[in-house]
């Protein structure tokens, strides 16, 4: 699993291919929130309530299945999914690589860090959590920038892209739930809110890569 995260985009923003297994290796809630450091908290999972944070707003609809096998699929095997691979095989290397250099310089090396350790955990969980309650996902059909304009517009509230209302619309509401409490419980309510922030910022840049320019930034990111 570790390996799969160590990609050349990783290396890109200075964390090297020994610095990210030791970080991702704690896995506490005290050694993941020090990668983080000083952050706004709020009380939604660490997040201002609603369009001011990362959820933006709830959907109760029935998931999307096929979009969530793609995603698990584009990041690797179930139990090993890898934020950096899901993005390279929808956008390809070289924005990838640029994307993960620009996030580093936003936000540094360390709270992107945090973000991709968080992430990948919350799609395992997703999957771990779904699987156990009887939910049996399709074989995965959608790739490339399919797969990427899917994921983007199933997180869009009034053309913006929030992180938590994507997971609504694959994994349901309910599944969503129980993954925010997990990384809670894992690594932290600001961590958690990290994760979401940078994601609703990396799903916009996608989006502008791919010409999907019309994608607004949502005010937490």
Known sequence: MLKRVILPAIAAIALTSASLPALAA????????????????GPDHGMPIGIAGGDGALYAGAPD????????????????????????????????TAEVQKLGQQYGPRRVA???????????????????????FPTATLTGATLAKGVVTAG??????YEG?????????????????????????????????????????????LGATTVKLAVYH
Do not use: C, E, W
């Open 114 to 136: 945090s973000y991709v350790i968080v992430q990948n955990f919350a799609v395992d969980d997703a999957v771990r959590v779904a699987t156990a309650a009887g939910v049996t």
């Open 156 to 161: 869009l509230i009034d053309g913006a892209y």
């Open 26 to 41: 704690h896995h506490t809630t005290g050694d993941i929130q020090s990668l983080v450091g000083a952050f706004p908290s």
């Open 165 to 209: 209302y994507m997971l609504d619309h694959v994994v349901s509401n309910k599944v969503h739930d129980v993954v925010m409490s997990d990384i809670d419980a894992k690594f932290g309510t600001v961590a958690d809110a990290n994760y979401h922030l940078i994601s609703n910022q990396a799903h916009y840049d996608l989006a502008q890569a």
């Open 65 to 96: 299945l096929q979009l969530a096998s793609s995603l698990v699929a584009a990041g690797g095997a179930p139990g090993a999914f890898s934020i950096v691979a899901a993005l390279t095989a929808m956008a390809g290397p070289a924005v990838a």
